[in-house]
């Protein structure tokens, strides 16, 4: 296979790098803030019902079962933490898709000094056009997870299943930020998989340390907007996304 895992490591790192840029900190800090502000929401109205819930069930109970308090509390905090984990990175990305455009157009600015080639729309038309390639990727990723899904089931294959997930993740982890200077530049979503497949293994190691960053706690916040960026810089670096807005039929 072509390409090369530690680009796409050291892509990602290059993205932390270029997060505080002028004319490139705005777009991290306005979503970063909007999904603090929704997981801040979220986490109290969940710790009040909880709350409420548990003195309901205290009141039913003998004195002596009053240390169940404190096991029903630490339950919720490991199922928030869960919970924190496993859905930040796909309503993170809904809540940011529409910024992650602009983050990505910013990056492509400062690393060229050109803007990306592409027909202008209006801002409500930018937004509705991000949230429907989402779901077009949305519509590629569910199949798959079905199929795998079912496979993980079935005798002897299943046994290879934790190394194929751990792939099947880093390439949807690759697809989803790679997307955004594909698409600033006007490469359609199939021609997209064609130009990261052509150069495999550079998308699969940016995918797996973006994988495993997302799991950090605090750290997840902003490993989306660094992905954004990282993945610009290499389809700058690597796949000559070029001022034209083209990409060569051939990447080398």
Do not use: H
Request: glycine letters at 6%; proline letters at 6%.
């Amino acid at each position: 296979m072509r390409g090369n895992v530690f680009s796409g490591v050291n892509g990602l790192l290059a993205g932390f790098g270029l997060l505080l840029k002028p004319g490139i900190r705005i777009f991290v800090l306005i979503p970063l803030t909007i999904n603090v502000v929704i997981f801040s929401v979220l986490i109290y109205f969940a710790y009040s019902q909880f709350n409420s819930w548990t003195v309901a069930v205290l009141n039913y109970l003998p004195d002596w079962l009053d240390f169940i308090d404190w096991l029903l509390w630490t339950i919720f905090y490991a199922m928030i933490s869960l919970v924190v984990v496993f859905t930040f990175s796909i309503l993170a990305n809904l809540v940011a898709a529409p910024f992650n455009g602009f983050l990505a157009e910013a990056v492509y600015v400062y690393l060229t000094g050109e803007k990306p080639s592409q027909a202008a729309r209006p801002i409500w038309a930018e937004i509705i056009y991000s949230v429907g390639r989402e779901i077009t990727k949305m519509i590629y990723y569910l199949p798959r997870l079905i199929l795998l899904f079912i496979l993980s089931f079935i005798p002897v294959v299943n046994f290879a299943m934790p190394f194929i997930w751990l792939l099947f993740g880093a390439w949807m982890m690759a697809i989803q930020y790679f997307d955004y200077p594909m698409d600033n530049n006007r490469v359609s979503f199939d021609a997209m998989l064609i130009k990261l497949k052509d150069k495999r293994l550079t998308p699969l190691g940016f995918g797996l340390v973006t994988l495993g960053a997302t799991l950090i706690p605090v750290l997840n916040l902003i490993v989306m907007p660094a992905a954004v960026a990282g993945a610009t810089k290499i389809c700058v670096d690597q796949y000559r996304l070029d001022v034209s807005g083209s990409m060569p039929s051939k990447l080398t």
